[in-house]
Structure formats: C-alpha cells, structure tokens
C-alpha cells in the first residue's frame, strides 16, 4: 500500500513565486526523502531528513518534519522555469532502504 | 560519468517475450534496488540486493527474477511478458540501506504489446 500522500496533485506557478507541497505518512519513519523527477527522466534526490530533525534546508529547499502529525512538507522558494517537475516524498521505514514513494506532486513553473 | 546507468532505454515487445534490463552503478554501493513506476506515475519497489544477497522481494510475479552477478550490477529478467508488465523500470542504488539517498538510473520504459 502507499505510505506517502502529497497534496497538492498539482500546482501552477509563476517564477518567482514560492512552491509549497505537503507529504502525509502512516507508519513510523527512519527518515524522509524528497525527490525531483523531470519529464521523461529518472528521479533526483533533493533533501534527506531523519526522524529527529525538523528542519533542513539547501540551496532555495526547505523541507520540515512534524513526527507527531506524520507529515513533512517542501518549500521552493524563488521557484524558476527549471523547476519544473514532479516532486515525490519517500518514506523510509526499515534498515532495508525500502522507499515507499507517495503520488507525486506535478510543479509546473511558468516564465 | 553516470552512476547508475540501466540499459536499454526503451523496450517495445511482444506478449509472452522475454527480456531483461541490465542495470550497473559505479558508485561503490552495497544495496541496489529495482522499482517500477506505472502511468500514474506511482512508484513502487520490487526487489533489493545488499552485496550481491536479496534482501527485499515484494509481491512480484514469479515472472520477474533479479540476478546480481556482483555488487555493481543488479540485472531484471521478465518472462512471458504480459500487457501489465508495460511501466518504467528504475535501478537505483545506496551507500547504506536504510539510511542514506537512493541514486536513480534514468529509467527504462517497457512498453509490451
């Protein structure tokens, strides 16, 4: 069964303007994981965020983590043409490595 | 020079074929994985290996059988291939299972008809 649910399933935005998405869980995590695929092409890890963090940023990424409510979310801010893509959560529950990746959120930036 | 490369890009064949996806990543990764993203784009695991040694198997067909010759290489053989198997087929690898990124192969799309 899917672990991650996104919200939203997509979102229009013009450069500039910041990207929110949001990722829900169930189960109990080791860590978090976001990725960036682009049209036709595999997936890109963007930012890793354990258990026990909340917080993490790079580059113009922010990405939280609230455990209690079982949800992360990812900011884009200053968002260009480039970025868009869909973005994916992955949860990682066991020792194993094994990713269970939500829908998907489908970002498409507009010039 | 690419981490994690799966050859062929694109597959086009019949049903009841057999094929197979090769998958390399000279990353010095242990644990390599296969996943599948079907036209809705949801992706899901289907095996992984840690140093040669599967280690997940999820509810795949009998049909699909990993082979890992060395910790480098992770191949996928489908057999009899059915209308169902069409989806995109992703390798990917990590430093340490469990705790680390998983770096991706650019996919290779499967299309049986």
């Known amino acids: 069964s899917q672990q991650g649910e996104e919200d939203p399933q997509a979102l229009s935005i013009q450069e500039g303007e910041n990207a929110t998405m949001n990722c829900s869980y169930k189960?109990?995590?080791?860590?978090l994981q976001w990725y960036r695929q682009n049209s036709g092409r595999g997936l890109v890890h963007l930012i890793l965020i354990r258990s026990n963090e909340r917080e993490k940023h790079s580059g113009r990424l922010r990405v939280t983590l609230d455990t209690s409510k079982k949800s992360s979310s990812l900011l884009i801010t200053a968002s260009r043409a480039a970025d868009t893509a869909s973005y994916f959560c992955a949860t990682d529950a066991d020792s194993w490595g094994k990713l269970q990746f939500g829908a998907g959120t489908q970002v498409v930036v507009t010039p | 020079d690419t981490a994690v490369s799966q050859t062929p890009k694109y597959l086009v064949t019949q049903m009841g074929n057999d094929k197979s996806i090769k998958c390399e990543q000279n990353l010095g990764h242990d644990t390599m994985y296969w996943y599948k993203q079907d036209s809705k784009k949801f992706l899901k695991i289907m095996f992984s290996y840690n140093n040669k040694e599967l280690i997940i198997n999820e509810t795949v067909p009998n049909r699909f059988s990993p082979k890992s010759p060395d910790k480098a290489h992770l191949n996928l053989h489908i057999n009899s291939l059915e209308l169902g198997d069409s989806a995109v087929y992703f390798c990917?690898?990590?430093?340490?299972?469990?705790?680390?990124?998983?770096?991706f192969g650019q996919g290779t799309r499967l299309t049986v008809v």
């Open positions: 990917a690898s990590s430093q340490v299972a469990g705790y680390t990124e998983a770096f």
């Open positions: 189960t109990s995590i080791n860590n």
